[in-house]
């Protein structure tokens, strides 16, 4: 089983831990509601089954105050019929729309303050929410997933104005011309297997699904027999399953049997070729290669060999093909399924530059592999990756939830456990015999078709039963300990031990956690307004090369360190284990003070950033942002606040010289002065001497200095840019504010501007352009305030068809002009205070947005006490003061805008 694609592809999801009893590898004692029985119990988790089919996992942990809730369906995109293509998808986003007893689920998730999304795969589908620990809101959430498994409205009303959303979607991927050469790939790939249709859909089925297919299948697959439902973090296990009992019990056990599939892809016989010819900025060649099912155990053998090949800089292709100039990048990944997947090897190319070298190399080092097995030190630099990967999962079980999803779909969420532990005693031998039987010439998309007496065919084992993958799994018991902490400005304040060491301003927060986990926020500051002048690309340059190579490592060396010391992260915000921290600390140091600058690094990092900015001149998003950026500017070229252009990026990457880079980095670079955090499992004493060690009389030769902005009132200006050959289109509209962070408007402002735009699916903007007239997939609004200076503004962004571009500027001049005449309401302003105030207790929840806080706030000269406040402030805005706050800061006819799209689509205003 593909693990790794799991933990990486959905830890990612989500974004805050949850906890509230300290799970260990046994399962606890529960007395059972009548019916249910107890399953498997594996390292924290413990499964349950309903008398109508349910399975319910509950991982308790007391790490951080905050409850994931998700629910996985066994079903996807393969499920879906002739002419239903995206359906899956599309029915996914028809379950936001409510239920009878919830008719409107975002705006309550909205007022709750909820992080919230729901996921559509080939093989399953999942929702989930997050939010602050508390029974109304675990209450609220497992009634709302009872009511919507099998109440959901799935209305005609709700269909005609999501389907446009949807198919917005389809065209936002349809920009991109990666995308669109795998979605190609995939549909070559396969005769008859339904994984051959990308899950979004096909756009004539996206546009005429009928709803009476949207019931059907909805009625067919969303049942309790066939869903599983996770409750992970703070909350009792015991009420929460005699609640989960009464909820989803009430469910009858569906009469309805599930169809069968019994489509088998048969053997390729023979290479095939694809080309996709559309506009763009860069070539990049692909391969691909049919794989067995994530449950046969080759597939992790092959996700070895993909890492070996693809990972950066480590990976062989690197090596191959950007380290020699040939390319700008590569890639590797696999689509790894209940049955057959795809493996892809893949190079980005500058335009103009020769592909048919590439796609050679490319391909004899793929399909001669396994002529050269790994070496020892690669097994263990990708096994000490994987590993470290599941260790961070495991230690989280947010992460965790949403990652068994993808093992729930392959038939077992222990197959999450058995992937970890496959890795560990796979062989390089083993790896290489995978890639010998299936990355070969009759099984791989790119060629021509050349007949031949003697194909190579790579036939596709069938895929285990989940019985025989099972047998001789054996559960690990994890001792994975951790604190109750409440995250409250006072607590935070109380915890936390603020110092001064040499010229660092140092806050310390221990607190026990889950994998004994720490984070470190290094805040550096470099140069003043004047001497920073003409530097132009050479700061940014100097920072993208530290990780390049040291005095004591070369880059993948430099790699190989960070993972050893468990370092997840960047340079300066990281996290890493408490037996790591101190030498992790160590390492940053010597990475930020000895960099080595080699040349042949400096020219592939100038050739990738000049290919990348190459690549974004198409983009409607980059033109959009751009030129409004460059209407905005106020500051001469060479000054470090200049909104570039560009042509302006592109000159001054080129004209760049690493001499410039390593004189930067003498002059500029320091630690003092500087703000650290430190938040988590660690030992504060051992800690601030290190710290003055590493970093307290660390002074560079320049002075350093705040660099401010000042405010400016721009007069507005309206523009629409050509984007040719792009199927979607972007919009964005600005105001500067003369508006600082401790304005006794600022409150007030942050919560119109969250009833406004930025409250997410709830909130008017987004409730017009996408609930209500489906214009737009994705946007909003937002409000920024300067803390040291007075520097704010207001802005809105969409993406939307080009021929609905000028319907998006409508929507939100006539939204700006409601909400200014009419004001917003009672119900609105208490939504809003639930809403903000959940998401900052949340944010407050997680070790590195409190340790970002902190080196913030040490910068401003404040500390939470300035939070507190503030919170108190926003909690006691009146209606009254709303309103008038919003009409003393917006005007829209100060509002400048610019869209970006193609003109031949949108009708050339």
Not at 138 to 146: P, S
Not at 507 to 532: F, M, W, Y
Request: proline share 5%; glycine share 8%; net charge neutral.
């Amino acid at each position: 089983m593909n693990w790794k694609s799991i933990a990486r592809g959905f830890a990612a999801q989500v974004a805050v831990g949850c906890a509230a009893f300290v799970a260990s590898g046994a399962a606890w004692s529960l007395a059972l509601p009548k019916g249910v029985t107890q399953g498997p119990a594996v390292e924290g988790i413990t499964e349950y089954r309903l008398p109508n089919g349910l399975k319910v996992l509950l991982f308790p942990d007391a790490s951080k105050p905050t409850i994931t809730v998700n629910v996985t369906y066994l079903v996807g995109s393969r499920m879906e019929n002739y002419g239903e293509t995206g359906m899956a998808h599309l029915l996914e986003h028809l379950m936001f729309k409510g239920s009878p007893k919830h008719p409107d689920i975002t705006r309550q998730f909205a007022d709750r303050g909820m992080q919230f999304n729901g996921t559509t795969t080939f093989d399953r589908t999942n929702y989930f929410e997050v939010f602050d620990a508390s029974g109304d809101n675990l209450q609220w959430a497992l009634q709302m997933e009872a009511d919507r498994m099998v109440h959901s409205f799935i209305a005609k009303k709700d269909l005609d104005s999501e389907m446009t959303v949807v198919r917005n979607e389809y065209e936002s991927g349809e920009n991109s011309p990666g995308q669109v050469l795998m979605k190609r790939m995939q549909s070559l790939s396969y005769d008859w297997h339904a994984y051959g249709r990308p899950t979004i859909g096909a756009r004539s089925d996206i546009e005429n699904v009928k709803i009476a297919n949207l019931q059907a299948f909805y009625h067919q697959y969303y049942q309790p027999d066939n869903a599983v439902l996770l409750v992970a973090g703070k909350f009792d296990p015991a009420a929460t399953l005699t609640n989960i009992s009464r909820l989803f019990g009430a469910i009858p056990k569906p009469k309805r049997t599930l169809p069968q599939f019994w489509t088998v892809e048969p053997t390729q016989d023979g290479e095939r070729t694809y080309a996709v010819r559309r506009q763009g900025d860069v070539q990049i060649v692909a391969l691909g290669y049919k794989i067995p099912s994530g449950l046969h155990a080759d597939s992790d053998a092959i996700d070895v060999a993909s890492s070996i090949m693809g990972d950066v800089p480590t990976g062989r292709l690197h090596k191959l093909l950007v380290d020699s100039g040939m390319a700008s990048e590569v890639f590797a990944f696999a689509q790894s399924n209940y049955a057959p997947g795809l493996q892809f090897f893949g190079a980005v190319v500058k335009k103009g530059a020769p592909i048919e070298p590439v796609r050679a190399a490319l391909t004899d080092a793929v399909e001669n592999f396994y002529q050269h097995p790994p070496t020892q030190e690669e097994m263990d630099r990708v096994r000490r990756s994987y590993l470290n990967d599941f260790e961070r999962s495991l230690a989280d079980p947010q992460k965790v939830g949403v990652a068994l999803s993808e093992a729930i779909s392959l038939g077992d969420w222990r197959l999450y456990f058995v992937g970890r532990d496959r890795i560990k005693a796979i062989t390089a031998d083993e790896v290489a015999k995978a890639a010998g039987s299936y990355f070969k010439r009759d099984n791989r998309v790119t060629g021509t078709f050349i007949p031949t007496d003697q194909p190579e065919r790579a036939a596709i084992p069938a895929a285990p039963t989940v019985a025989s993958v099972l047998k001789d799994f054996k559960p690990q018991n994890g001792n994975y300990t951790s604190e109750e902490f409440a995250p409250t400005q006072e607590n935070i304040l109380k915890r936390t031990t603020l110092v001064t060491e040499g010229g660092v301003k140092l806050a310390l927060l221990p607190k026990k956690n889950r994998g004994a986990t720490v984070s470190v926020d290094i805040r550096q500051h470099i140069g003043d307004e004047k001497n920073l002048f003409g530097k132009n690309a050479v700061p940014g340059l100097t920072a993208a090369m530290l990780m390049r190579g040291t005095s004591k490592y070369d880059r993948i060396q430099l790699a190989d360190a960070f993972e050893k010391l468990k370092i997840a992260g960047g340079l300066t915000h990281f996290e890493t284990t408490r037996e790591n921290l101190a030498e992790a600390l160590r390492l940053v140091a010597h990475v930020l003070k000895e960099p080595s600058f080699p040349q042949s690094e400096f020219e592939q990092l100038r050739q990738q950033a000049l290919v990348g900015l190459e690549a974004s001149k198409g983009e409607p998003q980059e033109v959009a942002s751009r030129a409004l950026g460059t209407h905005f500017d106020i500051y001469p070229r060479g000054d470090v606040r200049h909104e570039t252009t560009l042509d302006e990026d592109i000159a001054d990457i080129k004209n760049a010289t690493l001499d410039e880079v390593k004189a930067f980095h003498r002059d500029y670079y320091g630690s003092v002065p500087s703000q650290i955090a430190v938040v988590g499992d660690f030992d504060p004493k051992e800690i601030a001497p290190l710290v003055d060690q590493l970093f307290g009389h660390w002074t560079a030769k320049e002075h350093v200095a705040p660099v401010l902005r000042r405010y400016a009132d721009i007069a507005p200006f309206q523009k629409t840019l050509d984007t040719p050959d792009k199927e979607n289109g972007f919009y964005t509209a600005r105001e500067n504010l003369d508006l600082n962070v401790d304005d006794a408007d600022y409150p007030a402002l942050m919560l119109a501007n969250y009833i406004f735009g930025e409250g997410g699916l709830r909130s008017r903007l987004m409730d017009r352009i996408r609930q209500k007239e489906g214009l737009s997939y994705g946007g909003g609004s937002e409000l920024a305030a300067g803390d040291l200076d007075r520097a704010g503004l207001f802005a809105v962004s969409a993406i939307a068809a080009p021929q609905n571009l000028r319907r998006v500027d409508k929507a939100v001049r006539e939204e700006l002009a409601r909400a200014l005449k009419d004001g917003f309401t009672d119900a609105e302003l208490a939504g809003a205070k639930s809403g903000l105030m959940q998401q900052r207790i949340q944010n407050r929840a997680r070790d590195g947005a409190l340790a970002t806080g902190w080196t913030s706030y040490l910068y401003q000269g404040k500390t939470y006490a300035w939070s507190a406040e503030f919170e108190r402030k926003l909690m006691a805005v009146t209606l009254p003061q709303l309103n008038a706050a919003f009409r003393k800061a917006i005007d829209p006819a100060r509002l400048s805008v610019v869209m970006a799209g193609d003109l031949k689509k949108a009708g050339n205003p």
